[in-house]
């Protein structure tokens, strides 16, 4: 393993985050935020902005907004 470098590192970011590179550049990856304070506050951002997406699609719509959406999407196909 080597380190990956900065630009590397953020350019693979997104993908590292979502586990979607091979072991390999994990790895790589793993190695040069241990040792990069500003990747891995970078890394940190990424992680949080993650979780706040995820939780907030959890969360369901009042049924009332539901059915005024859904109404209103009902009304423009009828035209």
């Known amino acids: 393993m080597t380190d990956c ?3 590397k590192a953020k350019e ?3 993908e590292f985050l979502h586990n979607e590179l091979s072991a390999d550049q994990c790895a ?3 190695e040069h935020l241990a040792n990069c304070d500003d990747c891995s506050a970078e890394h940190l951002v990424g992680i949080t902005l993650t979780t706040k997406v995820k939780e907030a699609c959890q969360e369901k719509a009042p049924d009332e907004l539901r059915d005024l ?3 209103s999407i009902d009304k423009l196909d009828a035209r």
Do not use: A, F, P
């Open 28 to 30: 790589d990856i793993r």
């Open 69 to 71: 959406i859904l109404g």
């Open 5 to 7: 470098g900065c630009d």
């Open 12 to 14: 693979e970011l997104e």
